[in-house]
DNA sequence: CCTGATATGTTATATTATATCAACCCTAAA
DNA sequence: TTTAGGGTTGATATAATATAACATATCAGG
């Protein structure tokens, strides 16, 4: 059992049905899922958490697939721009994207209690009000809160 | 003349005033606004933009005032404990705060033409609302979106 | 075949940030 | 006055994150 939101739930289905998605999106776009970048996907979806690139690496390279930087970011880098990945700039990590397929402005909930990172998504109006206050167009978003999730806040559990 | 938001003014006179803001804040609060803290302060209300922390080194260190990693992060890790500067997280830089004094959620908007970053507010309802949906307990925000400033949607300019 | 676009392998380096420990300064208690 | 403690600084070293640069490989289309 493993969390999703800060919930309880079975996500043994949900790993493959994301890659599934993954490498239809792939066929339809005409861009490729290759080993490395499918592995690193797999990695993120099957530990379910946020990771450094350098701890995705680690398990890459055990597997005999690169052990250089370059391996993971150039992953990272199609992953994040065909939004099957985000990035969570405030802990230079990386988390699977929970609502694959989608385009969407994703929110961010890190614990800091228990390093937990979930993703929502709040209505993105108020942003676009107050940027195109300023004449602003947006074209990427980061949204993210830390916090305390709700197994946090009672027992203070570190 | 210089920026704010993305209009121009005359900002002579807010640098002096926000030093004075932040004098007295220390002094009602008891911290300590060290020469190496005031005038990494002063250097990031001067320049009016996001600066990494090496960039804040560089003119440290041409000063005579430290030329170690830590002089600088030490400040700035005061600076944003007690709202005088934020850290942009997408570009791992500093900005003086717009609005020193206040207690308050700023959104960043990062212009990827020119580089400038406009600080503004929005309503953070929708930031609580979708967090205590699944029972977060919000204690810091990032919200930075990411596009073109009007100046630089026309012209193109980089 | 040749070429251009995409991807990978590899080495090196750039950029951002922190750990650690000794010294200093001030305040306030003993 | 001395001593202890908190906060700050100085200095060295290193950790953590990310990219530049260039050679090689693969494959589809002309």
Redesign the interface.
């Known amino acids: 059992m493993h969390d999703i ?2 919930a309880k739930h079975d996500h043994t289905a949900c790993v493959a049905t994301a890659m599934e998605t993954a490498e239809a999106f792939c066929r339809d776009n005409k861009v490729q899922l290759t080993p490395a970048r499918k592995r690193v996907l797999e990695i993120l979806l099957e530990q379910h958490r946020a990771m450094g690139a350098y701890d995705i690496l680690a398990l890459l390279s055990a597997e005999g697939m690169g052990s250089q930087p370059p391996v993971v970011y150039r992953a990272l880098d199609f992953l994040t721009k065909h939004g099957f990945v985000h990035k969570i ?2 802990l230079n990590a990386y988390l699977a994207c929970s609502h694959p397929g989608d385009r969407h402005s994703p ?1 961010f ?1 890190i ?2 209690g228990c390093d937990t990172v ?1 993703e ?4 993105t ?3 676009k ?3 195109s ?18 197994g946090c ?1 009672t027992g203070d559990a570190a």
């Open positions: 939101g800060f700039e405030k929110l909930l614990c800091h979930a929502t998504t709040m209505p109006a108020p942003l009000d107050a940027a206050a300023l004449g602003f167009k947006i074209e990427t978003t980061v949204i993210e809160v830390e916090g305390l999730c709700p806040q």
